[in-house]
């Protein structure tokens, strides 16, 4: 069965860091635009991040702009989120996601056809 195993969560200081991981298994990463979201407490979940298959171009809300960077590996099928600055608004579930397409990502659009099953980021001193 298809699916993503996550790590990397845990409790950080603000101003502190964290790299997410997420792993697929299953099937392949190469051809699939590739997304981070987050649901913090009593909010919707919302995507973050993403990258494109085709030329790794990215796409992210302002919110986490010049912190936080995604990244692939398609030879581990693994991609990353790398988290700078952390503050204690970042507080929330974070889910790997994938989807099919024509390999382009642009958050709006972002259909997700797979997700991780989530892992929880706390920043908190």
């Known amino acids: 069965q298809p699916h993503f195993v996550e790590s990397g969560g845990g409790l950080v200081q603000p101003g502190g860091s964290l790299r997410l991981s997420c792993v697929a298994s299953?099937?392949?990463?190469?051809?699939?635009?590739l997304a981070w979201f987050r649901q913090a407490p009593g909010k919707e979940r919302e995507g973050i991040i993403c990258?494109?298959?085709?030329?790794?171009?990215?796409n992210y809300v302002d919110s986490v702009k010049d912190r936080f960077t995604i990244s692939r590996d398609n030879a581990k099928n693994t991609f990353y989120l790398q988290m700078n600055s952390l503050q204690p608004e970042d507080t929330a579930v974070y889910y790997c996601?994938?989807?099919?397409?024509?390999?382009?990502?642009?958050?709006?659009?972002?259909?997700?056809?797979?997700w991780g099953q989530g892992i929880q980021v706390t920043v908190s001193s």
């Open positions: 996601a994938a989807t099919g397409g024509d390999g382009t990502c642009w958050l709006p659009r972002f259909q997700v056809g797979w």
């Open positions: 299953g099937f392949t990463l190469d051809y699939k635009p």
């Open positions: 990258i494109s298959s085709t030329d790794f171009t990215t």
